[in-house]
């Protein structure tokens, strides 16, 4: 042991000592830098000088320390230079990086690594001020904007960014103020100098709410040439009207209404605005019609009438809005509203005239003239000849003018010009009378009645199918008729042919299926035909039967025939019960008989079928056999095809199962192989003989470990592998050579094999059989390094960059980079999946394996630069929402996001912004839609949408103008208190969210509602008894909230009164009592003063006053808690109450 730790010394100090010279080799000095100063972002060249012998690859690193000059344990890279001698690096501060003026730079090598001191100069990051600029005066809605104005430093130069208070594009175009909403917005500008730019300054810019335009007031319809009066609207509360006569755009306006012309008819719109505030509303247009008047009312000429008949109503259409004038002369009269009834006692015409009012303007009148004509006589008629049910009838017909025809309506219905034609259906069988006028100059006269008669036609005669197999006697046919009918057959025909008394004959020598048609006479009438099928069914042939032959004492099956519907028969022709099974006891020869069944149930002729039953043979003779099982290192063995003596031989497993042929033992498994074997004469198959083949088998070695790990140039001994008694033991070393002896490990290189330098071991029993091989690997490890690549130069924010690891050595390797990514691997190639969250430089920060620390490799970083996306919220549509209402939040996007990324709304207290919600809803696009939280509370907020990117989230900018929500409410109410009867007592209630609130609250017998704008809130009730008060609803401008709480009134009730008026003029109050209570006594005390008597619940005096006060204060501090009575007397009036202290 002491040896082996002077060796492991000795070795560990050469290593130092190499490395101490391999160290002093190299150096890096002489950083320096220019430009000095700069803004942040900007570019500079650091140059450097290196010594020394630097590896193929070599990286050299610039390093930026923070604003004091310390170099931190993962100081920010801004550049590189793969080379290895002295040389210049390109470098780029983070725009992020914070000004200062004692920043330093140092460079680092990746082979071998080294790091030179840190700058002797500071490098200096400054950021300019943002430029001044004023507030513009405020703009009315819509009015049009001048763009800004700001000042920068000399030299410098202004960037617009609009309303992006960060990202955006800058401009150098003033920016244009939007004035199309009103509210308060936020514009920025920021400057450059010497190419760094500062901060951006805002400038408000308020846009006051154009008013609304005023109220006019409608103006009537005018008459042509009517007197108008003047217009005339209403502006708003500290506003004053403009008006502009006919002019919609344009002109001068005028403090005084104008009245319209009437010369014209027509509409003209007048206009007038309103200002308000210094901003004047859009014009408002007031219409003025001016009527030419209606024209006449539109009538019906002539109007019609029958000698005394009820006379028709005189009937005119006015214009919408009008109303009727009736007259009975062309001009003058005094007009009426209501039609004139004309009269039909006397032939003749008479003419009425009628005209309409339209807004107060009548047209000129129209004529109606009422003409009385006489009534005809009926017309003539035409009476048909008598219909069969279901025929197809004539239209009727008459003589007469202009005739209408009513069916069968003898009174009322419709009459129509078409000829009525008759019904033959089942339900006009009879006869049926039909009716029909004549109207000759608008007079109809009375319905003449026409009689159609119809008559019963019977039903098709009832018909019975007939079936019947192929050469049997056909009998007749027959059919069912109605009393008094005669039949009509038709043969084969469907329609048309010849009818005729007979009954047709069908034939029966060979299979058909015909139809046969007949109908049946009554009163001259004929049925619909009826079809009777008759079907002659194919007898079968004999089925086919082949000859069997069986072994004596086989299990036979069931006999089968190619047939459907087999009857079977013994060789005497007797039907036998089913299908027969053979008996195969004895040798011989049987004989069966069998026929088939068509489906129609027609039997054919019978086929014979001989059964034979043949003698056994015996088993065939076989002999075992025995090999050893197949390992890598068993030498060939002859395994032949199994063999046995007998005719057709048939093979099986030992589970019974046939196998194709004669099989060949497999040696792949240990163990005894049973298989069976049979054999065939005159198809009849022998019992089976058992053949056994046996495989010997020896197991692998016994090895102590499997797997044994060194360090390069550790010393070993001999593997260690235990065989059977009686076995001999063979070796294989890794490159494939075979020895006896016990093979001892080589430390002095690493193994060739990443997962091991394999030795095998196998043995050889004294039968001659070779085991399988038993593996031990041997791992040799040097100390690893650590090479990283970056297969993704540049991805987008949030998505994963991987990282390629190759290791040297063995392994399993530990490892540990930059940004905190640290694991374990066995493989020496391997990548790992980071996700950068901005420009990243991974760096390897440590590797080890079992043979303790490595180094880095080449490369020993990896860069992945990352785009960064943006997300800018856009105005939105509305300022003002309610606690859980919908908001639609617009917004835009720069750069490209994960596939999986959502957007979402957050909102940040104006007043505090680490207080945020969210809204529980994402989009995949603008806008994101959601409803607001139920108990978010009241007060502005910023609005912004996240993206959130596969976890790496992107805030937006916040909202131009802020958002206000206004809170649901909640109300609660709570509390015990004692009461005395009929006295009032304060509940209180306790609200939330934005006044004023509405809210009901209920005992067991009624609700109360009332309105609360302060919270608490007291409400006054008079309970008569014990009251649990519940508080039912709340509810404010943001629709109904959470009520919930009672309270509980306890009510004392007085003990007795003398007199009740007294009872109403004595007060006791506060109830209960605390330290004091006042006695208030409401009546007149000139004559007799008032005794009050406090006592215990005992009855008992403790104090007495007399008294003429109004008010009588009563201290109960020094009195224990509990009831007490109070007595107030007057005169010969008293009054006592209870009181409770507490």
Same mark, same amino acid.
């Given at each position: 042991m002491k040896?082996?730790?002077?060796?492991?010394?000795?070795?560990?100090?050469?290593?130092?000592?190499?490395?101490?010279?391999?160290?002093?080799?190299?150096?890096?000095?002489?950083?320096?830098?220019?430009?000095?100063?700069?803004?942040?972002?900007?570019?500079?060249?650091?140059?450097?000088?290196?010594?020394?012998?630097?590896?193929?690859?070599?990286?050299?690193?610039?390093?930026?320390?923070?604003?004091?000059?310390?170099? @931190?344990?993962?100081?920010?890279?801004?550049?590189?230079?793969?080379?290895?001698?002295?040389?210049?690096?390109?470098?780029?501060?983070?725009?992020?990086?914070?000004?200062?003026?004692?920043?330093?730079?140092?460079?680092?090598?990746?082979?071998?690594?080294?790091?030179?001191?840190?700058?002797?100069?500071?490098?200096?990051?400054?950021?300019?001020?943002?430029?001044?600029?004023?507030?513009?005066?405020?703009?009315?809605?819509?009015?049009?904007?001048?763009?800004?104005?700001?000042?920068?430093?000399?030299?410098?130069?202004?960037?617009?960014?609009?309303?992006?208070?960060?990202?955006?594009?800058?401009?150098?175009?003033?920016?244009?103020?939007?004035?199309?909403?009103?509210?308060?917005?936020?514009?920025?500008?920021?400057?450059?100098?010497?190419?760094?730019?500062?901060?951006?300054?805002?400038?408000?810019?308020?846009?006051?709410?154009?008013?609304?335009?005023?109220?006019?007031?409608?103006?009537?319809?005018?008459?042509?040439?009517?007197?108008?009066?003047?217009?005339?609207?209403?502006?708003?509360?500290?506003?004053?009207?403009?008006?502009?006569?006919?002019?919609?755009?344009?002109?001068?306006?005028?403090?005084?209404?104008?009245?319209?012309?009437?010369?014209?008819?027509?509409?003209?719109?007048?206009?007038?605005?309103?200002?308000?505030?210094?901003?004047?509303?859009?014009?408002?247009?007031?219409?003025?019609?001016?009527?030419?008047?209606?024209?006449? @009312?539109?009538?019906k000429n002539p109007t019609q009438a029958c000698l005394n008949q009820t006379p028709p109503s005189l009937t005119a259409t006015a214009s919408l809005g009008g109303t009727l004038n009736w007259y009975t002369a062309a001009t003058g009269g005094i007009a009426s509203s209501v039609a004139p009834k004309p009269t039909t006692n006397s032939l003749g015409s008479t003419t009425y005239y009628v005209s309409q009012s339209v807004s107060g303007c009548e047209s000129p009148r129209a004529a109606l003239t009422v003409t009385v004509s006489s009534i005809p006589f009926m017309p003539n008629i035409a009476i048909p000849s008598a219909y069969c049910e279901g025929a197809t009838a004539q239209a009727l017909s008459a003589g007469g003018?202009?005739?209408?025809?009513?069916?069968?309506?003898?009174?009322?219905?419709?009459?129509?010009?078409?000829?009525?034609?008759?019904?033959?259906?089942?339900?006009?069988?009879?006869?049926?009378?039909?009716?029909?006028?004549?109207?000759?100059?608008?007079?109809?006269?009375?319905?003449?009645?026409?009689?159609?008669?119809?008559?019963?036609?019977?039903?098709?005669?009832?018909?019975?199918?007939?079936?019947?197999?192929?050469?049997?006697?056909?009998?007749?046919?027959?059919?069912?008729?109605?009393?008094?009918?005669?039949?009509?057959?038709?043969?084969?025909?469907?329609?048309?042919?010849?009818?005729?008394?007979?009954?047709?004959?069908?034939?029966?020598?060979?299979?058909?299926?015909?139809?046969?048609?007949?109908?049946?006479?009554?009163?001259?009438?004929?049925?619909?035909?009826?079809?009777?099928?008759?079907?002659?069914?194919?007898?079968?042939?004999?089925?086919?039967?082949?000859?069997?032959?069986?072994?004596?004492?086989?299990?036979?099956?069931?006999?089968?025939?190619?047939?459907?519907?087999?009857?079977?028969?013994?060789?005497?022709?007797?039907?036998?019960?089913?299908? @027969?099974?053979?008996?195969?006891s004895n040798v011989g020869t049987?004989?069966?008989?069998?026929?088939?069944?068509?489906?129609?149930?027609?039997?054919?002729?019978?086929?014979?079928?001989?059964?034979?039953?043949?003698?056994?043979?015996?088993?065939?003779?076989?002999?075992?056999?025995?090999?050893?099982?197949?390992?890598?290192?068993?030498?060939?063995?002859?395994?032949?095809?199994?063999?046995?003596?007998?005719?057709?031989?048939?093979?099986?497993?030992?589970?019974?199962?046939?196998?194709?042929?004669?099989?060949?033992?497999?040696?792949?498994?240990?163990?005894?192989?049973?298989?069976?074997?049979?054999?065939?004469?005159?198809?009849?198959?022998?019992?089976?003989?058992?053949?056994?083949?046996?495989?010997?088998a020896i197991a692998a070695p016994t090895v102590a470990k499997t797997l044994l790990v060194y360090c390069i140039d550790e010393k070993v001994g001999p593997l260690e592998a235990a065989g059977e008694p009686g076995s001999t033991l063979q070796w294989i070393d890794p490159y494939g050579r075979f020895r006896s002896d016990t093979p001892i490990p080589s430390t002095q290189n690493t193994n060739v094999n990443p997962d091991g330098d394999i030795f095998y071991v196998y043995q050889i029993s004294s039968g001659g059989c070779y085991s399988p091989r038993a593996a031990i690997r041997v791992i040799v490890n040097a100390p690893p390094t650590l090479a990283l690549r970056s297969q993704n130069a540049t991805v987008n924010l949030g998505e994963k960059a991987t990282l390629e690891l190759k290791f040297t050595g063995s392994g399993p390797y530990s490892y540990s980079i930059s940004e905190g990514y640290t694991g374990t691997c066995r493989r020496a190639d391997t990548t790992i999946a980071v996700v950068p969250r901005g420009n990243t430089t991974y760096q390897v920060a440590g590797v080890s394996n079992g043979c303790g620390l490595g180094l880095p490799g080449n490369p020993a970083t990896a860069s992945v630069t990352v785009r960064v996306p943006t997300v800018s919220t856009n105005t939105l549509a509305t300022t003002t929402l309610c606690a859980g209402t919908s908001i639609d939040v617009p917004f835009t996007t720069t750069g490209q996001f994960t596939q999986d990324n959502r957007f979402k709304i957050e909102l940040a207290s104006t007043a505090d912004t680490s207080k945020k919600y969210s809204v529980a809803a994402t989009a995949l696009r603008s806008p994101v839609s959601g409803a607001l939280p139920d108990t978010i509370p009241s007060g502005q907020?910023?609005?912004?949408?996240?993206?959130?990117?596969?976890?790496?989230?992107?805030?937006?900018?916040?909202?131009?103008?802020?958002?206000?929500?206004?809170?649901?409410?909640?109300?609660?109410?709570?509390?015990?208190?004692?009461?005395?009867?009929?006295?009032p007592v304060n509940l209180t209630f306790t609200f939330g969210g934005d006044g004023p609130w509405t809210f009901t609250?209920?005992?067991?017998?009624?609700?109360?509602?009332?309105?609360?704008?302060?919270?608490?809130?007291?409400?006054?009730?008079?309970?008569?008894?014990?009251?649990?008060?519940?508080?039912?609803?709340?509810?404010?401008?943001?629709?109904?909230?959470?009520?919930?709480?009672?309270a509980t009134v306890a009510v004392f009730s007085v003990l007795g009164t003398g007199d009740s008026s007294l009872d109403q003029q004595v007060k006791i109050y506060p109830m209960p009592v605390t330290t004091t209570f006042t006695v208030e006594l409401n009546l007149q005390l000139i004559f007799n003063p008032a005794v009050i008597t406090l006592s215990d619940s005992r009855g008992r005096p403790l104090q007495e006053r007399v008294t003429r006060l109004h008010y009588n204060d009563f201290d109960l501090t020094g009195q224990p808690n509990g009831i007490y009575l109070v007595r107030v007397q007057v005169g010969d009036r008293q009054v006592i109450r209870k009181i409770l202290k507490q």
């Open positions: 040896g082996r730790s002077f060796y492991l010394s000795v070795v560990i100090l050469l290593w130092l000592c190499c490395l101490a010279e391999r160290s002093g080799a190299q150096a890096l000095t002489g950083v320096t830098f220019s430009p000095t100063s700069l803004c942040p972002g900007g570019a500079l060249t650091v140059n450097f000088t290196a010594t020394g012998t630097f590896g193929t690859g070599n990286v050299f690193t610039a390093q930026l320390s923070d604003a004091t000059g310390f170099m @931190p344990v993962n100081p920010t890279v801004i550049g590189s230079v793969t080379r290895t001698t002295s040389g210049t690096i390109n470098a780029i501060i983070p725009k992020t990086a914070v000004a200062g003026t004692g920043y330093r730079i140092r460079i680092v090598s990746s082979t071998v690594a080294k790091a030179s001191i840190t700058s002797a100069i500071t490098l200096a990051l400054t950021t300019p001020v943002p430029p001044t600029a004023a507030t513009p005066a405020p703009y009315c809605q819509g009015a049009s904007a001048a763009p800004l104005t700001a000042t920068a430093l000399a030299g410098a130069t202004l960037q617009w960014y609009g309303q992006n208070a960060t990202g955006g594009t800058g401009s150098s175009t003033p920016t244009v103020p939007v004035t199309t909403q009103a509210g308060t917005a936020n514009y920025y500008v920021s400057q450059i100098v010497n190419s760094c730019e500062s901060t951006r300054r805002s400038i408000t810019v308020t846009v006051k709410t154009a008013p609304v335009g005023p109220t006019v007031t409608p103006v009537p319809t005018y008459c042509l040439s009517q007197t108008a009066t003047a217009l005339s609207a209403t502006p708003s509360a500290g506003g004053t009207l403009n008006w502009y006569g006919t002019a919609a755009t344009g002109g001068t306006a005028s403090s005084v209404a104008p009245k319209p012309s009437t010369t014209q008819a027509g509409t003209t719109n007048y206009y007038v605005s309103q200002t308000l505030n210094g901003c004047e509303s859009a014009r408002v247009a007031i219409a003025v019609t001016v009527s030419s008047g209606p024209s006449a @009312p539109v009538v003018q202009n005739l209408l025809w009513y069916g069968v309506n003898k009174t009322g219905g419709t009459g129509s010009p078409t000829a009525t034609i008759p019904s033959t259906a089942s339900t006009a069988i009879g006869t049926t009378s039909y009716y029909v006028t004549q109207t000759v100059n608008g007079c109809e006269s009375a319905r003449a009645t026409i009689p159609v008669q119809v008559k019963d036609t019977p039903n098709a005669p009832v018909t019975s199918a007939l079936d019947i197999c192929q050469g049997v006697t056909v009998p007749a046919l027959s059919i069912s008729l109605v009393a008094n009918a005669t039949a009509n057959w038709y043969g084969t025909s469907a329609t048309g042919g010849t009818p005729t008394t007979v009954a047709p004959k069908p034939s029966s020598t060979t299979p058909s299926n015909a139809l046969y048609y007949v109908s049946q006479t009554l009163n001259g009438c004929e049925s619909p035909r009826a079809s009777l099928r008759v079907q002659v069914k194919a007898t079968p042939t004999a089925p086919g039967v082949s000859p069997i032959s069986l072994c004596n004492n086989a299990t036979a099956t069931p006999l089968t025939a190619n047939g459907k519907n087999l009857k079977w028969y013994d060789s005497f022709d007797k039907l036998l019960g089913g299908t @027969p099974t053979p008996n195969t049987l004989t069966y008989k069998v026929s088939q069944v068509s489906d129609d149930g027609c039997e054919g002729p019978k086929a014979n079928l001989s059964v034979v039953v043949n003698a056994l043979p015996g088993m065939p003779t076989v002999k075992n056999v025995s090999y050893c099982q197949a390992q890598t290192d068993q030498p060939a063995q002859n395994i032949e095809v199994l063999q046995a003596t007998g005719q057709n031989l048939k093979w099986y497993n030992q589970a019974g199962n046939q196998l194709p042929g004669a099989p060949t033992p497999s040696i792949d498994k240990s163990g005894a192989q049973v298989y069976l074997v049979s054999q065939t004469v005159n198809n009849c198959e022998s019992p089976r003989a058992t053949l056994q083949v046996n495989v010997g907020y910023y609005v912004r949408v996240i993206a959130l990117n596969s976890g790496v989230s992107v805030p937006g900018t916040d909202s131009p103008t802020p958002l206000t929500i206004r809170s649901k409410p909640t109300a609660s109410l709570s509390g015990t208190l004692v009461a005395q009867e009929g006295m609250f209920a005992d067991s017998l009624q609700s109360y509602s009332g309105t609360a704008t302060t919270s608490p809130y007291l409400a006054e009730v008079r309970p008569n008894k014990n009251t649990v008060y519940r508080l039912t609803s709340v509810s404010n401008n943001c629709g109904t909230g959470v009520a919930s709480g009672t």
